[in-house]
């Protein structure tokens, strides 16, 4: 890959199970193909052509394509998804078909490109028990032609350097003691206080903003994003009552946010299950990875 070309972002989808079913039968039964775009398909135990990828599980894969919109995935994504539910019968096939959105990403500096998934789109994979993967790279070469595969001659795994998750309230018109007030009891840190940084105790030019912040109790080094969203989202549960008021409020934002420093190539996962309980809390996610 070029060193000028600083991302190449790609994303795809995925229904997979462990089953010695026919794939094609699958493919047939749900009518799959009538789906745009590129429908790949392989058994269990099945070798690719070109004899480099065994599979694990019974796999379909479907391409959705080069990211548009400047790296704004969601609009994208609702349209192929709108597309597959009223073109194919996935409402019928079995929850115990694992169905996945893939993003892969190519950062040819020192930051790769992250994701955000906002709550129109959560909703969206919540109706359908999407899960959400991450596949993040440093050079075009990033296995993906064959998801859920042990290649033949397996390459070293990277290892994690530090990650973790945050939740955060901010608003241009309450302080930040009157933030902490709307979500009692929750051990926020002050991140700022009309405009002033409570980190480099200075004044932020034209600013009027409050924002807090309640971080996943793990430790950074030791889990994986799914586990730091699970622990904010276990610190915040009992408050969702709130929390969907003030998702109607207009002076009040909020969302978790992730961040970290990983190794190339770096993959993360974000179970169904996590992604209804974001939505039903009203929570958009943003995720910002870097290499290290």
């Known amino acids: 890959m070029s060193q000028q070309q600083k991302y190449n972002e790609y994303l795809y ?5 462990d089953t010695e079913q026919d794939a094609q039968d699958l493919v047939k039964k749900y009518q799959f193909d009538r789906q745009y775009g590129c429908l790949s398909f392989w058994n269990k135990k099945q070798i690719n052509d070109e004899q480099t990828h065994l599979f694990n599980v019974m796999c379909l894969k479907f391409e959705i394509g080069e990211v548009e919109y400047l790296h704004d995935i969601s609009q994208q994504i609702k349209f192929w998804l709108h597309h597959l539910k009223h073109q194919t019968q996935i409402s019928n096939c079995p929850l115990n078909f694992i169905r996945t959105l893939h993003l892969v990403t190519h950062g040819a500096n020192d930051q790769n490109a992250g994701f955000h998934l906002n709550h129109h789109l959560l909703k969206e994979f919540s109706e359908l028990s999407i899960s959400f993967n991450l596949h993040g790279f440093l050079d075009a070469d990033d296995g993906q032609d064959y998801p859920f595969t042990t290649r033949l001659a397996s390459p070293l795994h990277s290892k994690t350097l530090s990650e973790y998750a945050y939740f955060w309230l901010e608003s241009e018109h309450y302080t930040a003691l009157e933030l902490q007030q709307l979500l009692p009891e929750l051990d926020f840190i002050v991140d700022c206080d ?8 200075r004044k932020i030019p034209n600013s009027t903003r409050s924002s807090l ?4 109790k793990l430790t950074p080094t030791s889990f994986q994003l799914e586990e730091h969203l699970q622990d904010v989202i ?18 009040i934002s909020f969302g978790i946010n992730a961040t970290g420093h990983l190794a190339s190539p770096h993959h993360r996962q974000i179970s169904a299950a996590t ?12 995720v910002d990875y870097y290499f290290s």
């Open 13 to 17: 989808f995925t229904i997979h199970q």
């Open 213 to 216: 912040s309640l971080k996943s």
């Open 194 to 201: 009309q405009g002033i940084s409570q980190r480099k105790q």
């Open 275 to 286: 992604i209804k309980q974001l939505f039903l809390l009203g929570i958009n996610l943003d």
């Open 234 to 251: 276990s610190q915040i549960h009992s408050y969702q009552s709130e929390l969907q008021i003030l998702f109607f409020d207009e002076n």
